[in-house]
C-alpha cells in the first residue's frame, strides 16, 4: 500500500499560478506511475495530466495543455503539478493518483487505485 498526500493549491487570480505536489509514504519501494485528476462542484472528476515512473512518458488533458506541467522526482517520492494561466474553469479539487506500474497509466480514473486526500484549487476572475 502506498499513501499520498497532497500539499498546494488555494485562492489565486486568473492568469497566475499555483503548484501542487504529492508525496508517497508506505511501499515506495515499487515503481509508480502517478496523474493528477479534478473535481468541479456539480462535474465528474476528470483527468488532467499523467506521468511515468521514468518521467519519460507524460500526457495533459486537452484543457490545459500548454499551461499545466506534470514532473515528478523520485528521489523524494513526489509528484508535482505546475498550473500557468490559471482560468476560473481550472477551479475544482485536485487529487493525486497513483497506480503500481511503471508505465504511463492513462486518462481512466480506475486504473489508479490509491489517491491522495485532495486539495482546494479556487480560481478567481
Known amino acids: 500500500q502506498v499513501q499520498l498526500v497532497q500539499s498546494g493549491g488555494g485562492l489565486v487570480q486568473a492568469g497566475g499560478s499555483l503548484r501542487l505536489s504529492c508525496a508517497a509514504s508506505g511501499r515506495t519501494d515499487r515503481n509508480y506511475a502517478m496523474a493528477w485528476f479534478r473535481q468541479a462542484p456539480g462535474k465528474e472528476r476528470e483527468f488532467v495530466a499523467a506521468i511515468s515512473w521514468s518521467g519519460g512518458s507524460t500526457g495533459y488533458a486537452d484543457s490545459v495543455r500548454g499551461r499545466f506541467t506534470i514532473s515528478r522526482d523520485n528521489g523524494k517520492n513526489s509528484v508535482f503539478l505546475q498550473m500557468n494561466s490559471l482560468d476560473p474553469e481550472d477551479t475544482a479539487v485536485y487529487f493525486c493518483?497513483?497506480?503500481?506500474?511503471?508505465?504511463?497509466?492513462?486518462?481512466?480514473?480506475?486504473?489508479?487505485?490509491?489517491w491522495g486526500q485532495g486539495t482546494q484549487v479556487t480560481v478567481s476572475s
Open positions: 493518483a497513483a497506480r503500481s506500474d511503471a508505465y504511463y497509466g492513462g486518462t481512466n480514473d480506475l486504473s489508479y487505485p490509491y
